[in-house]
Nanobody
Framework: QVQPVESGGGLVQPGGSLRLSCAAS????????MGWYRQAPGKQRELVAR???????EYADSVKGRFTISRDNAKSTVYLQMNSLKPEDTAVYYC????????WGQGTQVTVSS
């Protein structure tokens, strides 16, 4: 399996927005549930959003109403639109399948700070 490639992170002020992208060129992309994960310094990696191949998206309580996950199966890409960012959203963001079956990519750093 090929590791995903995440992009779109950066430094943003509180209340700002970012859109993350993740290209995951697994041949079964269109059939698997994908997720966005994040890991803050000193904390465990956590799932923040998941999107089935068809069906309802789900979000961690901490990001509900602010983050939106979407996917483009034709491009084997999953996105995370992040609005109303808070300092506690600062982390390295990764994508993977729901079962974490792909090798972890490099991730993309998101820093929310004034």
């Amino acid at each position: 399996q090929v590791q995903p490639v995440e992009s779109g992170g950066g430094l943003v002020q509180p209340g700002g927005s970012l859109r993350l992208s993740c290209a995951a060129s697994t041949i079964v992309f269109s059939r698997v549930t994908m997720g966005w994960y994040r890991q803050a310094p000193g904390k465990q990696r956590e799932l923040v959003a998941r999107i089935p191949s068809g069906g309802t998206t789900e979000y961690a309580d901490s990001v509900k109403g602010r983050f939106t996950i979407s996917r483009d199966n034709a491009k084997s890409t999953v996105y995370l639109q992040m609005n109303s960012l808070k300092p506690e959203d600062t982390a390295v963001y990764y994508c993977n399948t729901e079962l974490r079956s792909l090798p972890w990519g490099q991730g993309t750093q998101v820093t929310v700070s004034s």
